[in-house]
């Protein structure tokens, strides 16, 4: 039902997309064809990753202009904009930190004008650009880790999950390994766990082991270790949100790994589509951070594991200071430091 490799679709009035709650034990598509059940699909994470949950967005809000279809005579008809309106921002709303959620969501809606159709037609157009997006900018960050590394083959390492997944195809930060690892360049993918939702460990060892690329689980607090200790050339990571001056938001456990890499002289590059750049944010300061329900933590495979009545600081992300980062490679260029001062190479 999911054309090619594609993890995310519109199939006859409704978005499919793998269930990536269920993975790895199992492989299942999900159907979903009301704006609450997209919602709560992104809210549990079974659709993740920011371009997937952006893509899904706009999806969403083509479901809502379906809905809301009124009569009209036009080619598209009409819809009840406030109504369509009133569920993009819910929409919008269900996750806070993936700047492409809004950005995907807003430019729907910017459709709604020309009826519920064309709003399908922009969120069609936006599931069949993620995948051409994810390629250029694998490509493109691919040449910049060519060229800022010398061991052949490669030892990488990345965090969370940046692949097929959490785009619509190939992915960023990890279809840049799957590019380097098609020209034979990669000896080795380490992959936190990324506590406490293991996306790592669940999605991201998938991914590696569906694409035949060596791969070996690093526990979350060894990342830096492993740095540190020379087993790793490369640090490559995805971003829910780049602000001007290149701080940079990603999954919690990110900062640590850029500190390391840092104080080790490795590289630390940062994949990820232009629609993540929030260029009405001037720093990380201004990033909404999402926080979790503590029981995500206190309990393991339904256990509890703290005495009763422990809370828990859960913040799902972490924003990087533009000085740990390397660069930062979109379909555009490669932006070191400040996003303003692009020096495209
Ligand atoms: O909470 P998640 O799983 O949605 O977090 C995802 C990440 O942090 C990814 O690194 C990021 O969205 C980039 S996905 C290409």
């Given amino acids: 039902m999911l054309p ?21 034990g199992a492989y299942r598509l999900l159907r979903l064809s009301t704006v609450d059940e997209v919602i709560a699909a992104i809210r549990r994470l079974a659709i993740r990753g920011a371009p997937a949950i952006g893509v899904a967005g706009a999806l969403a809000v083509a479901l809502s202009a379906a809905a809301h279809r009124v009569g009209g005579s036009g080619v598209d008809g009409r ?5 369509v309106r009133a569920d993009a921002r819910r929409i919008a709303a269900a996750r806070p930190t993936a700047v492409n959620l809004g950005w995907a969501v807003e430019r729907a809606v910017s459709k709604l004008a020309f009826g519920p159709d064309a709003v399908l037609r922009e969120a069609l157009a936006m599931v069949v650009e993620d995948e051409h997006v994810n390629r250029a900018v694998a490509s493109r960050a691919a040449d910049l880790v060519r060229r800022v590394t010398k061991r052949r083959p490669l030892r990488l390492l990345t965090h969370c999950n940046t692949g097929r997944l959490a785009t619509v195809a190939w992915g960023t930060a990890l279809g840049t390994i799957r ?28 991914e590696l082991a569906e694409a035949g690329i060596p791969h070996r689980m690093c526990v979350d607090s060894a990342g830096p270790t492993a740095i540190a200790t020379g087993l790793v050339d490369c640090v490559l990571v995805g971003a829910d949100r780049v602000c001007l001056n290149g701080d940079v938001a990603n999954k919690i456990g990110t900062y640590p790994l850029a500190l390391a890499a840092n104080r080790a002289g490795v590289p630390f590059v940062v994949v990820s589509p232009e629609s993540t750049v929030d260029r009405a944010l001037a720093s990380g300061a201004g990033i909404e951070i999402e926080h979790r329900d503590p029981a995500e933590v206190t309990a393991l495979a339904g256990a509890p594991i703290t005495p009763p009545g422990t809370g828990a600081y859960n913040p799902a ?6 000085d740990l980062v390397t660069a930062v490679v979109t379909e555009n260029g490669v932006h070191r430091n400040e996003i303003r001062r692009e020096a495209a190479s």
């Fill in 317 to 322: 992300f972490d924003v990087v200071p533009a």
């Fill in 79 to 83: 819809c009840d904009e406030v109504a």
């Fill in 179 to 206: 590019t380097l690892a098609e020209a034979g360049q990669v000896e080795e993918v380490l992959f936190g766990e990324t506590r406490p939702l293991l996306q790592g460990a669940r999605l991201t060892a998938w």
């Fill in 4 to 24: 090619g490799d594609r993890s995310l679709s519109w199939d006859d009035g409704a978005v499919v997309a793998v269930d990536q709650c269920a993975l790895p």
